[in-house]
């Protein structure tokens, strides 16, 4: 009966690491990052679509947001602190 128990543990271990290995589960740290920062430019507009008309109001709402994905990237592990600098340079264009 242990030798069933080890013999399954064994081949669900392999094909766990077979399909890691494969890469058809894991998401390239490349395409996680392009997520991040896709996600960021999104959301940095639809909170500054409002305020067409007001460029105070986006200055202030732009600051806030670079300030809080400043603080996300800083904690964030895909990226080190010259993509985080890159990152919030491109946004500070939008």
């Given at each position: 009966?242990?030798?069933?128990?080890?013999?399954?543990?064994?081949?669900?271990?392999?094909?766990?690491?077979?399909?890691?290995?494969?890469?058809?589960?894991?998401?390239s740290t490349?395409?996680?990052?392009?997520?991040?920062?896709?996600?960021?430019?999104?959301?940095?507009?639809?909170?500054?679509?409002?305020y067409e008309?007001?460029?105070?109001?986006?200055i202030k709402?732009?600051?806030?947001?670079?300030?809080?994905?400043?603080?996300?990237?800083?904690?964030?592990?895909?990226?080190?602190?010259?993509?985080?600098?890159?990152?919030?340079?491109?946004?500070?264009?939008?």
């Amino acid at each position: 009966m242990e030798v069933i128990v080890f013999l399954l543990t064994v081949l669900t271990a392999g094909a766990l690491f077979y399909r890691r290995k494969d890469g058809s589960s894991i998401r390239s740290t490349a395409l996680k990052k392009e997520d991040i920062v896709h996600n960021y430019e999104k959301e940095l507009k639809e909170l500054m679509a409002p305020y067409e008309n007001d460029k105070k109001m986006q200055i202030k709402i732009k600051k806030e947001y670079l300030q809080k994905c400043n603080s996300e990237l800083s904690r964030n592990v895909f990226f080190d602190e010259d993509e985080a600098k890159e990152v919030l340079e491109q946004l500070s264009q939008l």
